[in-house]
């Protein structure tokens, strides 16, 4: 079993599952086996990121482009996602994991709503680590919101348009509460964000990784860590390193 060296987990890492229908089509079964699987794959990284002691975790599990997936599908992913909570939420909760949801919740229907609601509201006390749940999700989705709530603010006459920076349009995002990620992985071998938080991931390391979701394990997550570790994050400015060389 590998195990982390003593080098500072990052505060908070996003995922983005992919392969789930790839998994299932190499083994000739419905793609609805796949994300049966990919459930799995979730119970076994939410441990894993609270053993490396990991803050927030967030998971995309349905994008504001996957309506564009044959209602079966939909309907196999909405089922899962609460079969997940109303299975798991209970040992969440035990395990002082905070549940939080972001993505546009108007248009979801009112038991799908009232179950995130219910997620969120069991669990906002606790403060072992926060699993955020990206579902109904998509980055200019998420901006396009902000920036409605900005001009509300500006018509009303609350606030001043030339007052407007990056911290009002931040604070008024669905992560306004969590820190921006420091490591966003993603499974499957793509390498693209797929409109998954564009704002929060300026300064983001990106990882893709080979795996397929349903393949993603405590092993290849604590991998990716370690390469983490082993990154020069520099935000615009200079390493450490050539600071300490005084170049
Ligand atoms: C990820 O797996 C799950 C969701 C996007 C909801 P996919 O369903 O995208 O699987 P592939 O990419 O088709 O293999
Ligand atoms: C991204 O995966 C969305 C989720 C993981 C929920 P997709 O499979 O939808 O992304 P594309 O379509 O390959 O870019
Ligand atoms: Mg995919």
Do not use: C
């Amino acid at each position: 079993m590998s195990t982390l060296e003593n080098r500072a987990a990052p505060e908070h890492v996003a995922i983005i599952m992919d392969g789930n229908g790839r998994w299932a089509s190499a083994r000739g079964l419905p793609r609805s086996f796949g994300h049966r699987k990919g459930v799995e794959a979730v119970r076994e990284t939410v441990k894993a990121a609270a053993e490396a002691g990991i803050r927030y975790l967030t998971l995309f599990a349905f994008s504001s482009e996957n309506w564009r997936r044959p209602e079966s599908e939909i309907n196999d992913l909405f089922g899962l996602l609460k079969t997940f909570i109303r299975r798991d939420l209970a040992e969440l909760h035990r395990e002082n994991v905070r549940i939080r949801i972001i993505g546009d919740r108007a248009n979801l229907r009112d038991d799908i709503r009232s179950l995130l609601l219910e997620a969120e509201e069991t669990t906002r006390g606790n403060s072992a680590m926060t699993l955020v749940i990206a579902f109904n999700y998509g980055a200019r989705d998420e901006i396009a919101r902000a920036a409605a709530r900005l001009a509300a603010e500006v018509a009303e006459g609350r606030l001043k348009a030339s007052d407007i920076d990056a911290r009002m349009i931040d604070e008024r995002l669905d992560t306004s509460d969590i820190p921006d990620p420091d490591l966003i992985i993603r499974t499957s071998g793509e390498e693209r964000l797929s409109n998954f938080l564009l704002w929060q991931a300026a300064y983001s390391e990106l990882m893709f990784v080979p795996e397929l979701w349903p393949d993603f394990s405590r092993e290849v997550f604590f991998a990716a860590l370690e390469r983490f570790g082993a990154r020069d994050r520099r935000f615009g400015g200079l390493s450490a390193k050539a600071v300490a060389l005084g170049s």
